[in-house]
């Protein structure tokens, strides 16, 4: 199956800090990546979704401003997380589908822990 | 609205008992699709099935069935003779055509020896 990267997997940071977290897909052309957010014992939750060279689409309630998502290639989209403060400390997923295949396949990352002190 | 229910939130059996997570959805779509992943502690997610709403045949893949019903809206995943390794947090998922993935709340389930 299709392969999709995070990096890095966990990420420790002080209060005010910006933090990148890359999202990589290594065997296919990604047009459509997706970025959740799961706390703990939570289930995920969609964030915002990128097709390549198009600005993002957010869910309600997530701050653009705060979370900035370029999809900048085929293969590539990062998530940074903006003067990140304790409450932004999560587990962040990407996810990863082709040309007119996200509805019914998505590949996912490992994800990424971010820890902000 | 589309939505996932997954009614047990944590679930604890004896190693080598039968174990069934319920997962019942909503959609307005004729056409979907239903997953389940598991998320060992480790956190990625471990795709297990997916299938779509055309195919109500049950599956089986070694020790894990599904049990998909349309009549009831449920896509229920049972493990057979369970392990330790078995113990993780599963999320069953649905999505429609041009639908944003929708997941459960999950149910943690604890295989203890």
């Known amino acids: 199956g299709a392969v999709v990267s995070q990096h890095p997997s966990r990420v420790i940071c002080k209060s005010g800090t910006s933090v990148k977290i890359e999202c990589r897909s290594l065997d296919f052309q990604a047009t459509t990546m997706f970025w959740y957010r799961q706390f703990p014992k939570k289930s995920l939750m969609l964030m915002a979704t990128?097709?390549?060279?198009?600005?993002?689409?957010?869910e309600q309630g997530v701050e653009k401003d705060k979370f900035l998502i370029n999809h900048a290639s085929l293969t590539l989209s990062t998530l940074t997380v903006t003067s990140a403060h304790p409450e932004d400390s999560s587990f962040y997923i990407c996810s990863a589908a082709g040309r007119g295949d996200s509805y019914n396949e998505q590949f996912f990352g490992p994800g990424t822990r971010l820890t902000v002190l | 609205a589309q939505k996932v229910t997954q009614a047990q939130t944590e679930i604890s059996v004896v190693e080598k008992e039968d174990v069934t997570l319920d997962c019942v959805y909503e959609t307005r779509d004729t056409t979907y699709y239903l997953f389940w992943y598991k998320q060992p502690p480790s956190g990625e997610l471990v795709f297990l099935i997916r299938r779509n709403s055309f195919d109500e045949q049950n599956e089986i893949s070694g020790r894990y069935s599904w049990n998909f019903q349309k009549s009831t809206s449920s896509f229920n995943f049972t493990i057979t003779a369970s392990q330790v390794v078995d113990s993780a947090v599963y999320f069953c998922?649905?999505?429609?055509?041009?639908?944003?993935?929708?997941f459960g709340p999950g149910t943690r389930l604890s295989v203890l020896p």
């Open positions: 998922a649905l999505t429609g055509y041009g639908q944003n993935f929708v």
């Open positions: 990128s097709n390549e060279g198009s600005k993002a689409t957010y």
